[in-house]
């Protein structure tokens, strides 16, 4: 395959940092020559390709070029003929830093590496830490280890936070590389959003509906639930309406095929409950994944008050696990976990103090922690326990107080409560329109026909188009490797051709949306996408 078809990553840092070992990691294979030793093991760039996750990679690792022993001139002639290959495609400057030992030899490194940059390929850097599985052992977090040590806080803030933990000890295609290449696409598209809008009050009892309705009313509170396939979500929604109302069954197929919305009057005020389908299942259709994703987006405008992300207490917090997190910033918005709340299911399991429990999972920890501290335990086989729901919607309540009074909305929310707000609106006039063909007896076969057209040119649809690119990254972070070629050709193909094109504005990331997807389709009939 013709280099610049593909992500491009340059691996960069001083001698022993571990870049090799990234490489391989990155390519899911010991592609590169990694040993513990006091030289470079390398005097040349080494080049090798992959097709990771469907996205086509090209790896360059480089020696140790950022000593004290090699000039920036040297340097420049030693890299010419790689950058000279990566212009067209998309390039990724990966500067590998060891998280544990910050030194100022780092310094220099890094100093002389941004020199070499300049302001243009900086704004393309990422630094990546290596050696996770270490931070796992010690029960420490990469972001306890960065607010340690000033310097390394200093750099990390001065690259806008792109930064991004590797465990290298796990050499097969993972999780953790699949969003790396997600969150390095993510932000070259410029997807990344956050907000916060509307108000607040309290709770008690109640009766359930189903909710198709906007409502936008003050005292209202919207609640999504989020979380792998057969962790309780269904299950925890049927506890907070008090009611069955969501399908739920243990699986580890998601029950949940439809992102569904139902709600319950509470002293008065609705608390809507929108369901979704499970991350990470294996029998979801990838185009259909996309398309309920947007649904949660547009069935919870103008914002959810609360996400909670569901976790049973008897989980062993895996690989996939640890991303969620991520993975619903990359969905929602990158404030989203300020009003997000872990709720841990199966509570009548626990056998132990749930606050030790977590301090004992630095990754538990660390989620509780990006979450301001909040969690909460349903037992879903007790629903007429209404106390535990009654402490969770005061817990939602403190939550808004601390965000200012609002529910969360991004540009995105904010698209999906305008389109929902137009699709309302015709229904209304179609209404209006069906009593008017009653009263002159129209034949029904003409009424089928207009709203078969109707649907056809839904609003949903509109907002489907209009954030297609962030759709599909998200049904390609959360799905299995189960995508069909078709689909992994057009969204990487359609991703990095909008990302190419981006850089020319809107329009051309449109454009080149349209022409990488159509590239990328060519490329999965040339067997390249496998």
């Known amino acids: 395959m013709e280099p610049n078809a593909q992500l491009n990553f340059i691996l960069m840092g001083k001698k022993r940092a571990g870049k090799s070992s990234t490489g391989n990691t990155i390519l899911g294979r010991q592609a590169f020559t990694s040993k513990k030793s006091s030289k ?44 000279k290959n990566c212009k ?27 020199k070499f940059l300049e302001d243009e390929g900086l704004n393309n850097t990422w630094i990546l830490f290596p050696r996770g599985d270490e931070l796992e052992e010690e029960n420490m977090t990469i972001e306890e280890i960065i607010d340690e040590n000033e310097p390394l806080k200093t750099l990390v803030e001065k690259y806008d936070q792109r930064y991004y933990v590797f465990n290298n000890k796990k050499k097969e295609h993972s999780t953790q590389t699949k969003l790396l290449l997600i969150k390095i696409i993510q932000r070259s598209l410029g997807i990344k959003d956050g907000g916060s809008l509307t108000r607040l009050i309290p709770d008690s009892r109640a009766n359930t509906h189903d909710g198709p309705q906007i409502d936008d009313n003050p005292s209202s509170r919207r609640i999504v639930l989020l979380g792998k396939t057969g962790v309780g979500k269904s299950a925890a929604g049927n506890t907070i309406l008090g009611d069955n109302v969501f399908r739920s069954e243990q699986s ?62 008897t989980m062993r917090f895996t690989e996939e696990e640890k991303m969620i997190p991520q993975i619903i910033e990359m969905m929602f918005g990158e404030e989203v976990l300020k009003y997000s709340i872990i709720l841990f299911t199966h509570g009548d399991l626990l056998t132990r103090n749930l606050q030790e429990l977590i301090e004992e999972n630095s990754a538990l920890r660390h989620l509780v922690q990006q979450c301001g501290g909040r969690f909460h335990i349903f037992n879903n086989e007790d629903q007429n326990n209404r106390e535990q729901v009654n402490d969770l919607l005061q817990k939602i309540d403190r939550m808004i107080e601390q965000n200012g009074g609002g529910h ?31 009263q002159q007896n129209i034949r029904p076969e003409l009424e089928a026909h207009k709203k078969s057209n109707s649907e056809t040119n839904s609003e949903f649809t509109q907002f489907l188009k209009k954030y297609e690119n962030n759709l599909r990254l998200s049904a390609f972070a959360v799905g299995r490797h189960n995508h069909s070629a078709e689909f992994i050709g057009a969204c990487v193909g359609g991703l990095l051709g909008a990302v190419l094109g981006f850089r020319q504005g809107i329009a051309g990331a449109a454009a080149g949306a349209t022409a990488g997807a159509a590239v990328g389709a060519g490329l999965v009939r040339a067997g390249f996408f496998k």
Do not use: W
């Open 40 to 83: 470079s093991v390398m005097q040349d760039v080494a080049v090798e390709s992959e097709t990771v996750d469907g996205f086509p990679v090209t790896v360059y690792d480089t020696p140790g070029l950022f000593g004290r022993d090699m000039s920036t001139e040297e340097i420049q002639k030693l890299l010419e003929p790689v950058l």
């Open 88 to 114: 067209l495609g998309l390039l990724v400057f990966l500067l590998v830093i060891k998280p544990d030992s910050f030194t100022e030899e780092d310094n220099v490194t890094v100093e002389k590496i941004e």
């Open 252 to 313: 580890t197929r998601s029950v949940t095929s439809e992102c569904s919305k139902k709600y319950i009057t509470v002293s008065g005020r609705k608390v809507f409950v929108v369901d979704t389908p499970g991350f990470f299942d294996t029998y979801m259709n990838p185009e259909e994944l996309m398309i309920k994703i947007g649904k949660s987006v547009y069935i919870s405008s103008p914002g959810p008050h609360a996400f909670l992300i569901v976790f049973p207490v």
């Open 408 to 438: 969360y909305s991004n540009q995105m929310f904010e698209d999906a409560q305008r389109f929902r707000q137009e699709e309302e609106k015709r229904k209304k006039q179609q209404e209006i329109e069906r009593g008017r063909q009653k």
